[in-house]
């Protein structure tokens, strides 16, 4: 897990704690309805308690388009999360929310 790419940038570029990231989460585990649902990557906040962020992951050969992105979002309003990242390792998009809008590109 250490050497992990996937998250490699929290951990050693924004220096999160390894406490505070979690890998391969089912969503069930939060109440999310679809079993087989998980979320690549779930960024805690210092509390540990709190989801600040949830990032998907896709293969270097898969678009981040609109599928990937509703997936991403609905991960991110079903856990309350306030950033919501999607990477295939060269594209990146992130998403912020906002009270009044819901998630908006940040």
């Not at 690549?40 to 992105?69: F, M, S």
Request: charged share 30%; with cysteine; glycine share 4%.
């Amino acid at each position: 897990m250490e050497n992990a790419p996937e998250y490699s940038f929290f951990r050693w570029k924004l220096h999160t704690p390894l406490r505070n990231i979690q890998t391969e989460v089912s969503m069930k585990r939060y109440g999310y309805p679809e079993r087989r649902d998980r979320a690549d990557i779930l960024i805690l906040r210092p509390d540990g308690n709190t989801i600040l962020a949830v990032v998907e992951c896709k293969a270097a050969h898969i678009p981040i388009d609109e599928k990937v992105i509703a997936q991403l979002l609905r991960y991110a309003k079903a856990l309350n999360s306030e950033f919501a990242f999607a990477t295939n390792g060269s594209d990146l998009r992130v998403f912020r929310f906002d009270q009044r809008s819901g998630f908006k590109d940040a």
